[in-house]
């Protein structure tokens, strides 16, 4: 362990220097789709100008007298200046993006993991394991100057599982990896008066003010198929609501209605990252059932925000009646579920020179685990700090922990129906980025342990962000899954792996 440690925080030194000046930029954990932030609003509308002169140049060069024959001049320039007009209208009221994606990874550990309790040997996921290629779409179309809509998708497909068939990949795991089409933001938005606005759809709502640990931000479950590979910010799942938004001085008020049962996309049972028959000591087969709560008016969710934006800081304050982010198995059915807790918590940034400090704090209410019969209470807490005072440079350490009320001994123990979990429970982040050439280059290390002294496990990873040119990016890192005293890191302590993929975007 110490070895490792040794070489995580090794990592993260390399990629700062010792005398070079701070930044003076701080990103707004607000900032996305808010529509108070004017400059957000005219870059997501921009192009829908009725004045744009330069698209309809170059008429004053025509001869009515030899191409419009019979045309007056001023019919010509108002022929020409209504067909202008209708042409940009009819070009700019739509608005295409999107990208291509190839994502490859090479497992460098040999391990394999039973595809079924009758399984001899187990599928070998060294080598070779993601041929993937995938797409995403968006489309922006604007209804007027206050309303627009957005829908947007992603779908791919993985060669790896046709390449190796003859592997006997269990059907979850084909569902889970193969292929996919799923749809994401998807949302109506607009302004109903000068300080109300309301978006209608899928969508994300980032809650807290941590960058790698979920604290408050309980509102859209992630995909977690493939833990440690990815950030928070990329593995959120869009919900459908109605959101409303009410501006007042220096704050922002949201209330928002859930009406989508949603849950985590989980890593497939008895697949690479979730290999059942070494997790829990009778494991049955098929492994228990997975259920998604119906979308239902008993089902539906609700919360609410308070964000104040003030100068040199920002403070937030949460109250939210939610599905849970992890599931419990009811033994009344003999199936894994997912229930509702309640929440109330709090966000805070203060800006300080160089320095961005940062905590969360969270009390939950009716979380539920598989060894005991009553719900309990939980209360997470989170400091944080990240560093700015090196240029080109951002370090970032955050620590949190997530403390049991009436906690009882057996949620510990490998008995009956484990849950692995103690009454206090230490999660600790660091990260370091630094920006290389102009932004063209971007190099981050990242470890995440769990455990006050890291007896847990947890996982590193390093990886670099390169601008191959306008509009290409590709990317390229390692990561080590570290094992540690519970049986979820000793499970997928040799899924270490190298990965790559190139994007196009248009």
């Known amino acids: 362990m110490s070895k490792k440690l040794l070489l995580s925080l090794t990592l993260l030194s390399l990629l700062a220097t010792d005398n070079l000046t701070a930044n003076d930029v701080i990103e707004d954990d607000l900032s996305g789709f808010d529509m108070g932030d004017d400059s957000e609003e005219n870059g997501d509308l921009e192009g829908f100008g009725d004045d744009d002169t330069n698209e309809i140049g170059g008429f004053d060069d025509l001869d009515s007298s030899d191409e419009l024959d019979g045309f007056s001049d001023n019919e010509v320039s108002d022929i020409a200046l209504q067909e202008a007009s209708t042409q940009s209208t009819e070009e700019s009221i739509f608005s295409l993006s999107g990208n291509i994606a190839f994502k490859t990874s090479v497992g460098y550990r040999e391990h394999q993991v039973k595809a079924s309790p009758t399984d001899a040997t187990g599928i070998e996921y060294s080598g070779i394991n993601q041929a993937q290629i995938s797409t995403y779409l968006q489309l922006d179309t604007k209804l007027s100057d206050d309303w627009k ?51 209608v759809g899928r969508q994300i709502v980032v809650w807290g003010k941590s960058d790698s640990i979920r604290i408050t931000d309980v509102i859209n479950p992630i995909d977690n198929r493939v833990p440690g590979m990815t950030d928070i910010e990329d593995l959120r799942l869009s919900v459908g609501m109605a959101k409303l938004d009410y501006y007042i001085g220096s704050w922002n008020l949201s209330a928002m209605a859930i009406v989508e049962s949603r849950i985590l996309l989980e890593a497939a049972p008895r697949g690479e990252f979730f290999p059942v028959d070494n997790i829990f000591p009778t494991a049955p087969n098929p492994f ?22 003030f100068s040199g800081w920002d403070l937030s304050f949460y109250a939210a009646d939610v599905l849970d982010q992890k599931w419990h198995i009811d033994t009344t059915v003999q199936k894994r579920v997912v229930t509702k807790v309640q929440m ?44 700015m005072g090196i240029k080109d440079t951002v370090l970032s350490l955050e620590i949190a922990n997530r403390h049991i009320f009436d906690y009882e001994a057996q949620m510990s123990q490998l008995i009956g129906l ?67 005293d519970k049986p979820f890191t000793k499970a997928i302590k040799d899924n270490d792996r190298v990965f790559a993929d190139i994007t196009y975007s248009f």
Not at 174 to 190: E, I, N, S
Not at 288 to 309: C, H, K, R, W
């Open 149 to 199: 809509i957005r829908i947007s998708g992603d779908a791919y497909y993985d060669a790896i599982y046709d390449i190796n068939s003859n592997n006997n990949y269990n059907q979850d795991t084909l569902d889970a990896y193969k292929t996919q089409l799923r749809l994401d933001d998807t949302y109506v938005q607009g302004r109903i008066t000068r300080d109300i606005d309301l978006k």
């Open 288 to 309: 228990i059932e997975l259920v998604t709560p119906d979308s239902s008016v008993e089902n539906m969710q609700y919360a609410f925000a308070a964000n104040g934006v």
């Open 344 to 387: 109330l918590g709090s966000a805070i940034n203060i800006a300080a020179g160089s320095w961005l400090l940062k905590s969360e704090i969270a009390h939950l209410n009716g979380v539920k685990y598989n060894s005991t019969t009553d719900a309990k209470s939980r209360l997470d807490a989170l400091v944080g700090v990240d560093y």
């Open 418 to 484: 484990p849950d692995y979990v103690h009454e206090d429970e230490l999660q600790t982040a660091m990260r370091a980025t630094r920006s290389f050439v102009n932004d063209t280059i971007n190099a981050t290390a990242l470890v995440s342990m769990f455990g006050h002294n890291w007896q847990y496990g947890g996982f590193a990873r390093v990886w670099v962000e390169y601008e191959v040119m306008n509009a290409v990016n590709a990317n390229f890192g390692i990561v080590d899954y570290i094992d540690g």
